[in-house]
């Protein structure tokens, strides 16, 4: 994995996208799997490695929104009670690389979404979660979370602000333990699956923790890191860019 070429600039690069996720709350697999896909790392090497630095880096992230308060243990549980089955179902699967690799483009749209702030603003109204509508969010996004190597918070968290299901920072810490429950049932689906972890992937973890600690600590109290945002959004437009054309 490490012998990639420019795999220099990819470890540069691998911090600022913790950093900008974690200050959001979300792991930031979206933008892991951008970058590997930027850096033509092996399609069988990019699901198991998005999943594992997610599982530290988003759980950097919810302590610290936890800490601060902003934790829905209610609106949490309505949610993981569908997706943590089905994204351990989804790591079980097997896609062909061809069609990851779109599917992995579409759901960038998103991430770029997220990052360009166009979810971003909240309602002084909140709605609860119904039932049926926390198992059917959950249990979809919970499979695509299995299936592509991502946590799923990218997509739940404009869901629960455009529903107006919680405020920015509660979607924020709600979104964090999202990513880490589907995270740890992907991988072990994963695993399970007869996938193995390479050491290398334990370096990119140390890197990726430098900047999730930064950005949890940061994101959770205030910070504006608007323009750093834009140029992860042009980052993860090429990478859609590529995924889809190439």
């Not at 455009?162 to 994963?190: C, D, P, R, T, Y």
Request: net charge positive; glycine share 10%.
């Amino acid at each position: 994995m490490l012998q990639t070429e420019n795999i220099y600039y990819f470890l540069l690069i691998l911090p600022v996208v913790s950093f900008l996720y974690s200050s959001v709350g979300h792991g930031g697999a979206s933008g892991y799997l951008a970058l590997m896909a930027l850096f033509s790392f092996a399609p069988e090497t990019m699901k198991p490695t998005a999943l594992l630095l997610n599982l530290f880096v988003a759980g950097i992230s919810f302590y610290y929104y936890y800490k601060e308060g902003y934790f829905n243990k209610k609106l949490f549980i309505s949610f993981a009670i569908a997706s943590v089955p089905l994204a351990f179902l989804g790591g079980r699967i097997e896609v062909d690389a061809s069609v990851y690799k779109k599917i992995l483009a579409v759901l960038l749209i998103f991430a770029i979404l997220k990052m360009l702030n166009v979810f971003g603003k909240e309602s002084n109204s909140i709605k609860q979660v119904k039932l049926w509508q926390g198992l059917l969010v959950g249990g979809i996004i919970g499979f695509f979370s299995g299936l592509i190597g991502i946590g799923g918070g990218i997509i739940l968290s404009p869901v629960i602000l455009l529903l107006h299901w919680g405020k920015m920072k509660e979607a924020a810490a709600v979104s964090a333990l999202f990513i880490w429950v589907n995270s740890a049932s992907g991988l072990v689906g994963q695993l399970s699956s007869g996938v193995t972890l390479e050491m290398a992937t334990f370096v990119l973890v140390a890197i990726a923790l430098v900047g999730g600690v930064l950005g949890g600590y940061y994101g959770s109290k205030k910070i504006n890191n608007k323009h750093l945002r834009y140029i992860l959004a042009f980052v993860l437009i090429i990478a859609c860019a590529k995924l889809m054309f190439t």
